[in-house]
C-alpha cells in the first residue's frame, strides 16, 4: 500500500500562546509525527511519500499535482488541537480530488476520537503509538477486512463510530523505527537561532517526571530511545542527510543524567561534527553534564524558567525556584553554551507586579535569548479544566466540533488582564533584544545573511506589532 502523508501549511491562531510575530520568525520545522508513520509504513516494505507544503510554502494545487503523480492507496494525516480546521481543510480538499481513504494520527486522535471520526472526510485514526497499530490496520485494508477490535484503530462501519483503545499509551522506542528523513526537504528547515544547515528536530524520548499546571506532556509515560539508538539516529541525520545541526524536542532530554552522558560519549568517539540544542529543566543539569554536552557540540539549552517569582513557581507546580533558574544559567554560560529562557506572562496567581518582576528577572540572568509566552490552557491540562468551568462548557471539545470560533481564552487564575499581558510581552521582547550591548553581541554572532535576514524580519515584525493577536 503507498501512502502519501500530507503538511499543510501552519498559521498563528488567536488562542496561541506566542505572539503572531514570533510565531511566524521562530522557525520551519520538520512533521515528525508524519515522518514517523511513513517509516513504520515503509518498514512493511510500502511506500511512502510526504508532501510538506508548509516547509515548501505550497498551494493546495500544488501539493495535490505531486501526490496525484505518487499514486497513492491512502492519505495520512496528523492533527493537533490547534491546527485542526487547517488541516481539515486540506483533508476535504484531497478527499474531493482523489477519493482515497484517510487516516489521521498524532495527539488529538488520542484526545477526542469520537469526535475527529464524527468530521466525514476521515476515515481511519490511530489513537496512541502506531508501531503495531499502523501496520495492523494497512494489513486489513491490504485484505479488504475492517479493522475489527485491532487496539489502537478506530473507524466507521456504516456510519458508526467503532472505537478501540489501544493496549498502551508508552511509547516503545526500541520498536519504533527512525522518522523516514529521506523523505523530508531537510534543507528548508531551521529555527530562528539556528546557524548551520541543513537543520532537523529529534525526539528521543516521551513524557515528563513534572506536573506542571500548564501541560499534559506528564500523563504520558516516560519512555526512552536507547543511548546507542540515539546515537545511531544522530550519525544517520549527519552521514546520511547531511545534517549539521539539530534541536531535539524532547520536554527535558537531561531527565536521565547517565544517558545523556553515554549519548554525547557516542557523538564524540563517531567524530560527528553536529550542533545541537535540547530542553531541560533547570534542576535536571550541573558542570559536569553541561560540560560533556558542550564537547559533544550541544550549543544551546532551553529553559522553561516560567515565572520569576517562587509564589507563582509554586502555583503552577513548576517544581523549581528562582534561584535554580539562575544557577542553571550560569553554569551552562560557564561551559560554552547558549542559555533560551522560556518565561510566561500571566500565570496562576499573576499580578502586575510578579509580571513585571518576571520581565526584569529575564534581563538580569544573563540569557543568550528569551521567549515570552502568554499562559493558556492547552488542551487536558489542569488550567483547561479551570477555563471549562468558567466557559460552562469544554472550549477544545466545542471547538473540534465546529461549534465555537477560534478565540482567546479567558484566564482565570489572574487578575491581570489579556490587553495588559500582550503589552507586557511586546516591551518585554523589545527590552530584552533592544538593549545596545545585547544587539552588539548578537550582530557579531551572525554567520550568514539568511540568519540576518530572519533577524531583520522578526525586529521589524515586532516594531511594527501593534497590539499583537
Ligand atoms: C516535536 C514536536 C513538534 C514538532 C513536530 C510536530 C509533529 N507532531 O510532528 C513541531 C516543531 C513541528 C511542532 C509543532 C507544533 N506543535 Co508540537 N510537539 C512536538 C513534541 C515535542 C514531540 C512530538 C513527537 O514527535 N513525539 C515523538 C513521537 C514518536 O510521538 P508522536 O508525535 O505521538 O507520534 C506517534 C503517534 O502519535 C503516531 N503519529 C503521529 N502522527 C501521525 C500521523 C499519522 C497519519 C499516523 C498514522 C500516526 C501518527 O505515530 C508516532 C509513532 O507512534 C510534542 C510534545 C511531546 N513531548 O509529545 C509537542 C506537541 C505535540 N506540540 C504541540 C503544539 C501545540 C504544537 C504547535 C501547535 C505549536 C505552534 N504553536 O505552532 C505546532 C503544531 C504543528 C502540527 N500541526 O502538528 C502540543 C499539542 C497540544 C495539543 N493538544 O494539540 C504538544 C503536545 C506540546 C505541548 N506541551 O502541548 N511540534
Given amino acids: 500500500m503507498n501512502v502519501a502523508f500530507i503538511y499543510p501549511p501552519q498559521s498563528h491562531k488567536s488562542f496561541e500562546e506566542d505572539m503572531d510575530i514570533v510565531s511566524r520568525e521562530f522557525g520551519v520545522f520538520p512533521p515528525l509525527g508524519l515522518a514517523y508513520a511513513a517509516a513504520i509504513n515503509e518498514k512493511m516494505g510500502n511506500k511512502s511519500f510526504i508532501i510538506d507544503a508548509n516547509a515548501e510554502k505550497l498551494k493546495k494545487e500544488e501539493a495535490l499535482a505531486r501526490v496525484q503523480e505518487f499514486k497513492p492507496d491512502m492519505l495520512g494525516f496528523m492533527l493537533t488541537a490547534y491546527g485542526f480546521f487547517e488541516t481539515l481543510n486540506w483533508i476535504k480538499y484531497f478527499k474531493e480530488k482523489m477519493a482515497l481513504p484517510v487516516i489521521a494520527g498524532n495527539i488529538l486522535c488520542s484526545l477526542y476520537p469520537e469526535i475527529v471520526l464524527q468530521h466525514k472526510e476521515i476515515d481511519y485514526i490511530i489513537i496512541g503509538p502506531a508501531t503495531d497499530s499502523l501496520p495492523a490496520l494497512i494489513k486489513s ?47 528548508k528547515y531551521h529555527a530562528i537561532m539556528s546557524k548551520r544547515k541543513n537543520y532537523t528536530i529529534m525526539v528521543t524520548s516521551k513524557g515528563c517526571n513534572a506536573k506542571c499546571t500548564f501541560c499534559h506532556i506528564h500523563k504520558i509515560p516516560l519512555s526512552f530511545r536507547k543511548e546507542e539508538a540515539v546515537i545511531s539516529e ?16 524532547d ?30 529543566r533547570v534542576d535536571q543539569v550541573d558542570e559536569e553534564l553541561l560540560d560533556n554536552m558542550y564537547k559533544a557540540g550541544c550549543r544551546r539549552i532551553l529553559y522553561g524558567i516560567e515565572s520569576g517569582t517562587d509564589e507563582n513557581l509554586n502555583k503552577m507546580k ?29 500565570v496562576p496567581g499573576e499580578t502586575v507586579d510578579t509580571l513585571y518582576r518576571t520581565i526584569k528577572y529575564s534581563r538580569e540572568l544573563g540569557l543568550d535569548y528569551a521567549q515570552y509566552h502568554r499562559t493558556m490552557a492547552k488542551p487536558d491540562t ?21 461549534r465555537v470560533p477560534e478565540k482567546r481564552l479567558p484566564a482565570p487564575w489572574t487578575q491581570v488582564s489579556d490587553d495588559q499581558i500582550q503589552r507586557a510581552a511586546k516591551q518585554a521582547y523589545l527590552g530584552f533584544y533592544f538593549r545596545p550591548r545585547y544587539l552588539l553581541k548578537l550582530l557579531s554572532g551572525i554567520r550568514s545573511w539568511d540568519e540576518l535576514k530572519r533577524y531583520m524580519r522578526s525586529a521589524i515584525g515586532l516594531f511594527l506589532s501593534q497590539k499583537d493577536r
Avoid at 160 to 165: L, N, V
Avoid at 234 to 249: A, P, Q, T
Avoid at 320 to 346: D, E, N, R, Y
Fill in 251 to 280: 520536554p527535558s532530554f537531561t531527565i536521565s543524567r547517565n544517558r545523556v552522558l553515554k549519548i554525547c560519549t557516542g557523538i564524540i568517539e563517531k567524530k560527528i561534527d553536529i550542533h545541537w540544542a535540547c530542553r531541560a
Fill in 382 to 402: 489542569e488550567l483547561s479544566e479551570q477555563v471549562n468551568t468558567v466557559l460552562g462548557y469544554d472550549f477544545w471539545k466545542e471547538y473540534i466540533k465546529g
Fill in 141 to 187: 485494508l491490504q485484505d479488504n477486512t475492517k479493522p475489527v477490535d485491532i487496539p489502537g484503530v478506530c473507524y466507521k462501519n456504516h456510519g458508526r463510530i467503532m472505537i478501540s483503545a489501544p493496549e498502551t499509551i508508552k511509547e516503545d522506542f526500541d520498536r519504533l523505527p527512525f522518522p523516514s528523513r529521506h523523505l523530508l526537504p531537510n534543507e
Fill in 234 to 249: 544522530v550519525e544517520e541525520c549527519y552521514r546520511k542527510h547531511g545534517i549539521r545541526e539539530m534541536d531535539i524536542f
Fill in 318 to 346: 513548576k517544581g523549581i525556584t528562582v534561584k535554580q533558574a539562575k544557577k542553571a544559567v550560569a553554569m551552562t554560560k560557564g561551559s560554552g553554551i547558549m542559555a533560551l529562557g522560556f518565561f510566561m506572562l500571566g
